[in-house]
T-cell receptor, first 113, second 110 residues
Framework: DTAVSQTPKYLVTQMGNDKSIKCEQNLGHDTMYWYKQDSKKFLKIMFSYNNKELIINETVPNRFSPKSPDKAHLNLHINSLELGDSAVYFC????????????FGPGTRLTVT | QKEVEQNSGPLSVPEGAIASLNCTYSDRGSQSFFWYRQYSGKSPELIMSIYSNGDKEDGRFTAQLNKASQYVSLLIRDSQPSDSATYLCAVNQAGTALIFGKGTTLSVSS
């Protein structure tokens, strides 16, 4: 069984569209994250939820809105997509917030044309 | 601004040699330290975590932490071509997310 899964794996869309990426973890973890890896391979935190509560919200355009319906799921909705949003988006989870090991999903490659 | 610095490489070693990867961090309050391996087109895979000063060994991997010098390293013994990947150093201060370095590309030649 996949521990952290994401859908879709690839997403190609046009500027101005709205899209969502879904993430699910079956590890029983309390904390989930969204990271963005840009074309230079730099991995940066965007958001974190602990037991459905937003605990980290880095400087991200408000076109990006995370939602956690329960602690096993974390979705990312992006409005009015821009070229600069093209990147790989990774979901991750950890047992709890703080100093715990984080485990990553397979990633979603978003291409905005 | 919290920073994690790594030499981008590429670091090239022959098969069977020891690969040494280094990382420095700026936030003295950092409490946990991780090494991830990322193959091209894949997601980061956790290979080592270390929380206290000293060495931690797991198979062919040894992580070393020196909090006074704000320095973390990863040694890979008996390097194999399958170890060729980008190695990401990540640092966490309690209550915040992981801060990643830009990664070191390792190439092991057979």
């Amino acid at each position: 069984d996949t521990a952290v899964s994401q859908t879709p794996k690839y997403l190609v869309t046009q500027m101005g569209n709205d899209k969502s990426i879904k993430c699910e973890q079956n590890l029983g973890h309390d904390t989930m994250y969204w990271y963005k890896q840009d074309s230079k391979k730099f991995l940066k935190i965007m958001f974190s939820y602990n037991n459905k509560e937003l605990i980290i919200n880095e400087t991200v355009p408000n076109r990006f809105s995370p939602k956690s319906p329960d602690k096993a799921h974390l979705n990312l909705h992006i409005n009015s997509l821009e070229l600069g949003d093209s990147a790989v988006y990774f979901c991750a989870s950890s047992r709890a917030a703080g100093n715990y090991e984080q485990y990553f999903g397979p990633g979603t490659r978003l291409t905005v044309t | 601004q919290k920073e994690v610095e790594q030499n981008s490489g590429p670091l090239s070693v022959p098969e069977g040699a020891i690969a040494s990867l280094n990382c420095t961090y700026s936030d003295r309050g950092s409490q946990s330290f991780f090494w991830y391996r990322q193959y091209s087109g894949k997601s980061p895979e956790l290979i080592m975590s270390i929380y206290s000063n000293g060495d931690k060994e797991d198979g062919r991997f040894t992580a070393q932490l020196n909090k006074a010098s704000q320095y973390v390293s990863l040694l890979i013994r008996d390097s194999q071509p399958s170890d060729s990947a980008t190695y990401l150093c990540a640092v966490n201060q309690a209550g915040t997310a992981l801060i990643f370095g830009k990664g070191t590309t390792l190439s092991v030649s057979s």
